[in-house]
């Protein structure tokens, strides 16, 4: 158990449906990053976070927003759903910037 | 140009044996981290090992270590003593610069899945 978790753990959902992540970084954790991993794409990086304030963005969709709440959980929010965003999307978190970045248990999103 | 390459995508080991996991990595920037992580059939990614660019010794935790060879760009995870429960895919990532400010994104390689036979 990494201390990151993950709701929900599984999510069907319906094209043109929009849907919120959520994850909670291990205690004392100031960064929460997410990953999308997809067969065809592999695991990619989407948007980091550091004590609320975006750090890093990757290749995220226009369609997809996250942020970071003052008591350090992450939201990620996908909007506009296609066939193609189902994957498992993981977040992960970190005490600052530079060090291990720990997973939690992702979520399995599947688009109808 | 792939900036970590996986180039086994499949691989058998016996039980109790040793197994390398090869991983080439592609960046200019000279202060860079590499990462091990460990990915079962149920899905969740366990962190295994890191190696700091700037890192004089190889790194090692318990039955995993990391053949860190930075001319030829290349950071190796070894598994020693295999066992059944290490059947599971690997993926090697690498984090460049120092972080913080710059942010610290991790980049994937395509991961290598490792069977583990009795």
């Known amino acids: 158990d990494s201390g990151v978790t993950q709701t929900p753990k599984h999510l069907i959902t319906a094209t043109g449906q929009r849907v919120t992540l959520r994850c909670s970084p291990r205690?004392?954790?100031?960064?929460v990053y997410w990953y999308q991993q997809s067969l065809d794409q592999g695991l990619q990086f989407l948007i980091q976070?550091?004590?609320?304030?975006?750090?890093a963005k990757g290749n995220i969709l226009e369609r997809f927003s996250a942020q970071q709440f003052p008591d350090l959980h992450s939201e990620l929010n996908l909007s506009s759903l296609e066939l193609g965003d189902s994957a498992l999307y993981f977040c992960?978190?970190?005490?600052?910037?530079?060090?291990?970045?720990?997973f939690g248990p992702g979520t399995r999103l599947l688009v109808l | 140009a792939q900036k970590i390459t996986q180039t086994q995508p499949g691989m058998f080991v016996q039980e109790k044996e040793a197994v390398t996991l090869d991983c080439t990595y592609d960046?200019?920037?000279?202060?860079?981290?590499l990462f091990w992580y460990k990915q079962p059939s149920s899905g969740e990614m366990i962190f295994l090992i890191y190696?700091?660019?700037?890192?004089?010794q190889n790194a090692t935790e318990g039955r995993y270590s990391l053949n860190f060879q930075k001319a030829r760009k290349s950071a190796n995870l070894v598994i020693s003593a295999s066992q059944l429960g290490d059947s599971a895919m690997y993926f090697c990532?690498?984090?460049?610069?120092?972080?913080?400010?710059?942010?610290?994104?991790?980049?994937f390689g395509g991961g290598t899945r490792v069977l583990v036979k009795p």
């Open positions: 992960a978190s970190s005490a600052g910037g530079g060090e291990t970045q720990y």
């Open positions: 205690s004392g954790d100031l960064s």
């Open positions: 976070y550091y004590n609320g304030e975006e750090r």
């Open positions: 960046t200019s920037d000279p202060s860079y981290g």
């Open positions: 190696q700091g660019s700037y890192d004089q």
């Open positions: 990532a690498m984090r460049e610069g120092r972080g913080g400010a710059a942010g610290n994104k991790l980049t």
